[in-house]
């Protein structure tokens, strides 16, 4: 059942160096109604998970402040768990809206697990994030984490999306770190917004009964919680999709927001 957020049409901001938070995009709008949305796919410099974190936060600042200029932002979605890891809290200085990011549910991985053997799923700039490495450091004593970094992943996430068929061998090579081991993880925390695109797809090639994980409900939970603090409403009436680069990907990535409630698709230079 969906909640109404506010009695007034709220614009949410979602950003992602590509497509990955669409699935962010969707929990939302399985949830919530009355809400406009601006989608920024900044593949000028897709992938984020390669790049440093200083490099993460400037540009973050960047765009924030570049689409803040012209729309009045009820609240920001940074919609990547690597920008995410690698801007938190810094970000939240800059901005007088409220800013939410997306952070591998470790916590949530341990409530789960059976066999104590928990495999995080992520880039490797998040996986190199010092909080990150601290908290898997924690939960050492009692908890086994497998951590795997695949920027292929990421891509192969994408061409699912814009309608390319999958080699599930493919994607099976990427875990075979993971397949070496005594006792395969029985829960997986998928660290990046683009692995719920290929849920599918892991469910087939991993062992069964995987629990998967991600950080769908502590959206929700945390835009629950932030309705008293929204102070900008908005008489949007459109969804908008905003890239910041030409690529051969452009006009399938064009239609595939078109066909999903997208109104307006369009360049801009940031």
Same mark, same amino acid.
């Given at each position: 059942?969906?909640?109404?957020?506010?009695? =007034?049409?709220? %614009? *949410?901001?979602?950003?992602?160096?590509?497509?990955?938070?669409?699935?962010?995009?969707?929990?939302?709008?399985?949830?919530?109604?009355?809400?406009?949305?601006?989608?920024?796919?900044?593949?000028?410099?897709?992938?984020?998970?390669?790049?440093?974190?200083?490099?993460?936060?400037?540009?973050?600042?960047?765009?924030?402040?570049?689409?803040?200029?012209?729309?009045?932002?009820?609240?920001?979605?940074?919609?990547?768990?690597?920008?995410?890891?690698?801007?938190?809290?810094?970000?939240?200085?800059?901005?007088?809206?409220?800013?939410?990011?997306?952070?591998?549910?470790?916590?949530?991985?341990?409530?789960?697990?059976?066999?104590?053997?928990?495999?995080?799923?992520?880039?490797?700039? %998040?996986?190199?994030?010092?909080?990150?490495? +601290?908290? #898997?450091?924690?939960?050492?004593?009692?908890?086994?984490?497998?951590?795997? $970094?695949?920027?292929?992943?990421?891509?192969?996430?994408?061409?699912?999306?814009?309608?390319?068929?999958?080699?599930?061998?493919?994607? +099976?090579?990427?875990?075979? =770190?993971?397949?070496?081991?005594?006792?395969?993880?029985?829960?997986?925390?998928?660290?990046?917004?683009?692995?719920?695109? #290929?849920?599918?797809?892991?469910?087939?090639?991993?062992?069964?009964?995987?629990?998967?994980?991600?950080?769908?409900?502590?959206?929700?939970?945390?835009? *629950?919680?932030?309705?008293?603090? *929204?102070?900008?409403?908005?008489?949007?009436?459109?969804?908008?999709?905003?890239?910041?680069?030409?690529? $051969?990907?452009?006009?399938? %990535?064009?239609?595939?927001?078109?066909?999903?409630?997208?109104?307006?698709?369009?360049?801009?230079?940031?």
């Amino acid at each position: 059942m969906k909640k109404n957020l506010l009695e =007034s049409k709220i %614009t *949410i901001f979602i950003f992602d160096s590509g497509l990955g938070g669409v699935t962010i995009l969707k929990y939302i709008k399985e949830v919530f109604f009355n809400v406009n949305f601006i989608y920024l796919l900044d593949n000028k410099y897709f992938p984020y998970g390669n790049k440093s974190q200083h490099f993460i936060l400037q540009r973050l600042i960047q765009i924030l402040k570049k689409i803040s200029y012209y729309y009045n932002i009820s609240l920001a979605i940074i919609a990547c768990n690597t920008a995410s890891v690698s801007s938190f809290p810094q970000i939240k200085k800059y901005f007088n809206f409220p800013i939410l990011g997306i952070f591998p549910v470790i916590n949530l991985a341990i409530k789960n697990t059976q066999n104590k053997i928990i495999g995080l799923l992520a880039t490797d700039t %998040t996986l190199k994030n010092l909080q990150i490495k +601290k908290k #898997i450091k924690f939960f050492s004593k009692n908890y086994t984490i497998e951590t795997l $970094s695949s920027k292929k992943l990421v891509f192969l996430a994408e061409k699912k999306l814009l309608g390319y068929k999958l080699i599930l061998n493919e994607i +099976k090579k990427i875990f075979v =770190s993971w397949f070496n081991l005594t006792k395969f993880p029985d829960t997986i925390i998928l660290g990046c917004t683009h692995f719920p695109l #290929i849920i599918n797809e892991l469910k087939v090639i991993l062992p069964k009964n995987i629990k998967f994980v991600d950080s769908k409900k502590d959206i929700i939970i945390n835009l *629950i919680n932030l309705e008293k603090k *929204i102070k900008f409403v908005s008489n949007q009436k459109q969804n908008i999709v905003f890239y910041t680069q030409q690529n $051969s990907y452009i006009k399938k %990535t064009k239609l595939y927001f078109l066909n999903n409630g997208f109104n307006s698709f369009q360049e801009i230079k940031i």
